[in-house]
């Protein structure tokens, strides 16, 4: 069984994954770390010895909780969003180079865990390399703490890497009674594109955590960024 940890375990996706792991029939959950419980990361990863933990916190901490599972050789899956990928990307790199020798972890970034909007980032990153332009407008709950998304940061920077030029704009909706949405719209002359995703409950992240879960430690390199990279290759 993958002894798995969540941190964000009292937050609105962290009880969702504690969840599915639960109910998955290869993986036991071990603990779960959030300041609402009045448990910390490092606590967890003493007392409970996680194979993997699962970060969804917030912008401000998943960087920090990170670097203490790489450092304590536990692999990490990153679902929060809204912090700097590249600046996170770059710590992890640097602290690898400085544990050269010691046990080391691997660690699986992801915007966005569910597959169909995977999908919609693949085909629009595809529909940007043939039509003029295009923006995007992301609608989530208001609840949500960083806009514009990830999701929509990640999905403008593949369809400016497919199409060159300009990421394309990014508009943000926040409205309660919203889960995740996003509307990727593309124009050329006399016609556009739609490509919508909907996630209508929490649950459709599912099954990208646990795929990432029960492949993190595997992984040939590390880190990664994006369910596509276990999806597609
Ligand atoms: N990648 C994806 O597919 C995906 C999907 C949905 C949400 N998200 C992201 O996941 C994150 C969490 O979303 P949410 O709606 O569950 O938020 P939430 O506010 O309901 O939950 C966050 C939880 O993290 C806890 N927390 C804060 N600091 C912590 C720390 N240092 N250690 C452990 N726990 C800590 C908070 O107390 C809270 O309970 C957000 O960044 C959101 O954008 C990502």
Do not use: W
Not at 1 to 20: E, H, K, N, P
Not at 90 to 114: H, M, Y
């Amino acid at each position: 069984l993958i002894a798995v940890a969540v941190a964000g375990a009292a937050g609105r996706m962290g009880l969702t994954v504690c969840q599915a792991v639960e109910e998955a029939p290869d993986m036991e959950l071990v603990g779960g770390a959030d300041p609402r419980l009045g448990i910390g990361v490092e606590r967890v990863i003493a007392e409970c010895a996680p194979d993997v933990l699962v970060d969804f916190t917030q912008p401000d901490t998943a960087l920090q909780n990170t670097l203490t599972c790489v450092d304590a050789g536990v692999h990490v899956v990153v679902g929060t969003t809204g912090f700097d990928l590249d600046a996170m990307l770059d710590e992890l790199r640097s602290a690898a180079r400085a544990r050269q020798g010691s046990p080391t972890a691997n660690v699986l970034v992801a915007p966005n865990f569910a597959i169909g909007a995977v999908l919609m980032m693949r085909f629009a990153a595809e529909a940007a390399r043939h039509m003029q332009s295009a923006e995007i407008v992301e609608l989530h709950h208001d609840a949500k703490l960083d806009a514009p998304s990830g999701t929509a940061v990640r999905t403008a920077q593949l369809m400016a890497d497919a199409g060159g030029g300009e990421p394309p704009k990014i508009h943000s909706v926040r409205l309660p009674g919203l889960v995740a949405h996003q509307e990727v719209i593309l124009g050329d002359l006399g016609q556009t594109l739609t490509i919508r995703h909907d996630t209508i409950g929490r649950e459709a992240f599912m099954p990208g955590v646990l795929l990432a879960v029960r492949a993190v430690g595997t992984l040939v390199r590390s880190p990664v960024v994006g369910l596509e990279q276990l999806l597609f290759s």
